[in-house]
């Protein structure tokens, strides 16, 4: 059973629009979040993380939004351009080290 | 190395047949991971190595797996008798500690 959800396989955005990721997690007991970018052939990158401590966290262009009650965690990336295009993967840590991914959603941006 | 290097960075075997994956951490990263993804599925958490405690093995998916890291560093992943269910990309990944992972490229196996 999946603990960390993301529903949406793929997405696309016309450049320059904003993109919307979301993920839903199942474990209330998960405190820290990450989301992770993964290009083709590459290894997953790490993108931005949050703690259950905020509902916010903004690093330039990306924005990661952390609503508890709801166990939802969106990515926000404004405005996207075309080297955004990848498979994103939110990431909750689980106990000390472990961290639970989702499936991926695959962004595309259209130039 | 400066990243996590994974070899081969892929392979193609046929099935029954034994493969060994390798990861080079970064230098100093005390922890260890190595995850899988399968088609259409997320990455998969298969075993964790911090420092000389016990591995925590509790992802492997049968007793055809197994892993060790030897000197507290390069780390094998060894599947026996493979089958095509084993076909993934065999990610593996460091961390200084308890914090985020830095993940190589991956080995992409394909069990024919």
């Known amino acids: 059973d999946q603990q960390v959800k993301q529903n949406s396989p793929s997405l696309s955005v016309q450049e320059g629009r904003i993109s919307i990721l979301n993920c839903d997690y199942t474990n209330s007991m998960f405190d820290y979040f990450l989301w992770y970018k993964k290009y083709p052939a590459e290894g997953p990158t790490f993108l931005i993380s949050i703690s259950s401590i905020k509902d916010k966290n903004e690093d330039g262009r990306f924005t990661v939004f952390l609503n508890k009650s709801a166990k939802h965690l969106s990515l926000h990336i404004v405005p996207s351009q075309p080297g955004d295009s990848a498979v994103y993967f939110c990431a909750a840590k689980e106990g000390t080290y472990k961290y639970i991914f989702g499936t991926g959603t695959r962004l595309k941006v259209l130039a | 190395g400066a990243g996590v290097s994974q070899s081969p960075s892929n392979k193609v075997t046929e099935k029954g047949k034994d493969v060994e994956l390798r990861c080079d951490p970064i230098?100093?990263?005390?922890?260890l991971y190595w995850y899988r993804q399968s088609l259409g599925q997320g990455l998969e958490f298969l075993i964790y190595f911090q420092g000389n405690s016990a591995p925590d093995k509790s992802g492997l998916p049968s007793d055809r797996f197994s892993a060790e890291r030897t000197g507290g560093s390069v780390s094998t992943l060894t599947i026996q008798r493979t089958q095509q269910e084993d076909s993934a990309v065999y990610l593996c990944a460091s961390s200084p500690g308890t914090g985020g992972y830095t993940f190589g490229s991956g080995t992409r196996l394909t069990v024919v």
């Open positions: 230098s100093g990263h005390t922890a």
